[in-house]
């Protein structure tokens, strides 16, 4: 009873702590966080072939590559996906080619978000192919709601554009296929003259989440064009490729004291893990670790492969049918289908809109059109 006991609570506890180091808000959090491994360079990952899971975490569902980028889908009711980077950028330059989620509901978003929650924000609302919001936050402030901007772009569903973030010490800028559609200074109202401007070491987000269901706040499902139509999945979000720039070349960040502001985070210095890894030669692939062996090696592992085959297929027949026999093999494919995941939408809810969701969400945002 008590080794019981023990094993929950040590299972918690570890939870716990995972959670935390995930978490970690610098400017809240009374332990230390975790530096920010930074980016420190330029680069620019296509997305049509592997994503290098040292740089990349897909934190919720899976990314389907084909020859034009990465589909990131919703491919059952309330599913959610959710990749971020691993690195991250203090100010610099986010350049996102995406073909946005159609359907009532469903929001696709590519944004830059900071361990205490300053973000810089595209998202398309699935109703709207015709569209594209900005929006920034600072240090999770939703109090008021008149950041947002609207801002026409043609087939944002059926053709790739080019989504660019601009973010200095001065200013945000968000450009579409290379023309400035907005800028938000460092001081000015909005950002309650600096003090809510985004400013601190940002990591990139790609999600594709839906607003339109039933639990949501009623406010939060209009803006989102309705409740999602379950009948239409899957729903599709791609991504060609994205570039990103640091403006810093260093090793990682750190936060100083808790005021969140530029001049309190520290850039160490040294060679990113990021970069590094960039750097690094590509993997050889398997023709070319193939040709690199001998011919006297390719016949004894000719030979290998041919006796591993005969016994795995040897094996597979004396399976099958032992199966049949007992008239189950049916029943053991059935058994095999694979099953939706219910806690992905609450893992979202928690890592993602963190500051939207715990404070009533989109329900009184005012967006403000801007061209
Ligand atoms: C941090 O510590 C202070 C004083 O020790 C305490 O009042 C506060 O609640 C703590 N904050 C958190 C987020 O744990
Ligand atoms: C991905 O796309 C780029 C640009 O079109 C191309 O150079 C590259 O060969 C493609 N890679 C694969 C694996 O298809
Ligand atoms: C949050 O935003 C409101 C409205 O812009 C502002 O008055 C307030 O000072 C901000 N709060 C913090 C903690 O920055
Ligand atoms: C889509 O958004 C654009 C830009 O704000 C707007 O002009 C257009 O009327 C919207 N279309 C629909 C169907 O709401
Ligand atoms: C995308 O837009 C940005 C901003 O205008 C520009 O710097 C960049 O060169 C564009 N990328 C391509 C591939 O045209
Ligand atoms: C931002 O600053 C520039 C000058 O640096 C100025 O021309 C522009 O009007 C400012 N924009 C806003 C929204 O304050
Ligand atoms: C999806 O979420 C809604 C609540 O918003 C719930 O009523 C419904 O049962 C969920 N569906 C599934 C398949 O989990
Ligand atoms: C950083 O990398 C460069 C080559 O890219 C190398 O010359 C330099 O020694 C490295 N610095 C450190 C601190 O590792």
């Not at 403006?247 to 590094?276: L, P």
């Not at 040709?291 to 290998?304: E, K, Q």
């Not at 806690?343 to 809810?349: D, I, P, W």
Request: glycine letters at 8%.
């Amino acid at each position: 009873m008590s080794f019981l006991y023990l094993l929950i609570c040590s299972a918690l506890v570890t939870f716990a702590a995972a959670d935390e180091q995930t978490e970690c808000n610098p400017l809240t959090s009374n332990s230390t966080c975790e530096a920010d491994p930074a980016l420190g360079t330029e680069h620019t990952w296509w997305f049509n072939t592997t994503l290098d899971d040292s740089l990349w975490d897909m934190t919720t569902g899976k990314i389907d590559y084909t020859d034009e980028g990465a589909d990131f889908s919703i491919k059952s009711e309330n599913a959610s996906t959710l990749l971020q980077s691993k690195f991250y950028i203090f100010f610099g330059v986010m350049e996102v080619h995406a073909k946005m989620a159609k359907g009532a509901g469903i929001i696709s978003s590519v944004i830059l978000q900071s361990d205490d929650l300053d973000e810089i924000d595209w998202e398309w609302v699935g109703y709207n192919t015709s569209a594209v919001q900005s929006d920034f936050f600072g240090k999770g402030n939703t109090t008021t709601s008149d950041r947002g901007g609207f801002h026409t772009v043609d087939n944002a569903d059926t053709e790739f554009h080019n989504y660019t973030t601009y973010w200095s010490q001065d200013r945000l800028e968000w450009w579409i296929d290379g023309e400035l559609r907005r800028t938000v200074n460092y001081s000015e109202p909005k950002t309650v003259d600096g003090k809510n401007y985004p400013q601190t070491p940002s990591r990139v987000k790609v999600s594709l989440w839906p607003v339109g269901i039933a639990s949501q706040l009623q406010g939060n499902i209009e803006w989102g064009g309705g409740l999602v139509d379950w009948s239409d999945l899957p729903f599709t979000m791609s991504i060609q490729r994205i570039r990103v720039q640091d403006f810093h070349s260093g090793k990682e960040y750190t936060y100083s004291g808790t005021s969140g502001s530029y001049d309190s985070i520290n850039v160490v210095s040294g060679n990113s893990t990021a970069q590094k890894e960039i750097n690094k030669a590509p993997e050889k692939s398997m023709s070319e670790k193939w040709d690199d062996l001998g011919t006297g090696a390719h016949a004894g592992i000719g030979i290998a492969i041919a006796v591993v085959v005969v016994g795995a297929v040897a094996g597979f027949v004396w399976w099958c049918v032992s199966q049949r026999r007992k008239g189950r093999l049916e029943h053991a494919l059935e058994a095999d289908q694979p099953v939706t995941e219910p806690t992905a939408m609450n893992g979202l809810k928690k890592e993602w809109r963190q500051s939207d969701w715990a404070r009533g969400g989109y329900h009184q945002r005012l967006l403000k059109t801007y061209d």
